[in-house]
T-cell receptor, first 113, second 112 residues
Framework: KAGVTQTPRYLIKTRGQQVTLSCSPI?????VSWYQQTPGQGLQFLFE???????NKGNFPGRFSGRQFSNSRSEMNVSTLELGDSALYLC????????????FGPGTRLTVL | GESVGLHLPTLSVQEGDNSIINCAYS??????FIWYKQESGKGPQFIID?????DKRQGQRVTVLLNKTVKHLSLQIAATQPGDSAVYFC???????????FGTGTRLKVLA
């Protein structure tokens, strides 16, 4: 079956703009987590959605937000972009929340100029 | 944010040799662990997992060992191939928060 898909794969924005990234989980998976990956900080957890509810949140400012739809697809939004937001944004899906297999998508490479 | 510093240790192995990648995890209550492989420009790829009620699990060419006494996880790759060159991460699931905590990655370089 199809893996986790993320769109767009690459994005270039300027400071102050906002961006929306999309993630479609593996069919049957109801949990979607978002991560930010940078060379200096590694993988940082942003938030997790399960059954359209935010179940967990990392330590990111309120400029970072997300949501999940009834079909389990998820979007994350970053407003008022800063240069430091340049990163690879990864989405991961799992059947449920907690201790079970989590599969990553290819990521969206965001560059903020 | 929650993070793991990216001071990546590097393991260089000869093609055909076995590789052992180690990971120290942080939470003695963690009950589930995953090893991921990440190639340049790609998302992490699930390799193998293990639950805390097991000490060892084998996959195709890979074995994961779990030592709960010292909170240590290892990934063994048999007959390492050039395609195994990547960064390898371990992840632990915190049963209290359901969050995954990622270990510091290890870069594996396979020498021809």
């Amino acid at each position: 079956k199809a893996g986790v898909t993320q769109t767009p794969r690459y994005l270039i924005k300027t400071r102050g703009q906002q961006v929306t990234l999309s993630c479609s989980p593996i069919s049957g998976h109801r949990s979607v987590s978002w991560y930010q990956q940078t060379p200096g900080q590694g993988l940082q957890f942003l938030f997790e959605y399960f059954s359209e509810t935010q179940r967990n949140k990392g330590n990111f400012p309120g400029r970072f937000s997300g949501r999940q739809f009834s079909n389990s697809r998820s979007e994350m939004n970053v407003s008022t972009l800063e240069l430091g937001d340049s990163a690879l944004y990864l989405c991961a899906s799992s059947r449920t929340s907690g201790s079970n297999e989590q599969f990553f998508g290819p990521g969206t490479r965001l560059t903020v100029l | 944010g929650e993070s793991v510093g990216l001071h990546l240790p590097t393991l260089s192995v000869q093609e055909g040799d076995n590789s052992i990648i180690n990971c120290a995890y942080s939470n003695s209550a963690s009950d589930y662990f995953i090893w991921y492989k990440q190639e340049s420009g790609k998302g992490p790829q699930f390799i193998i997992d293990i639950r805390s009620n097991m000490d060892k699990r084998q996959g195709q060419r890979v074995t994961v060992l779990l030592n709960k006494t010292v909170k240590h996880l290892s990934l063994q790759i048999a007959a390492t191939q050039p395609g195994d060159s990547a960064v390898y991460f371990c992840a632990e699931n915190d049963p209290g928060t359901y969050k995954y905590i990622f270990g510091t990655g290890t870069r594996l370089k396979v020498l021809a």
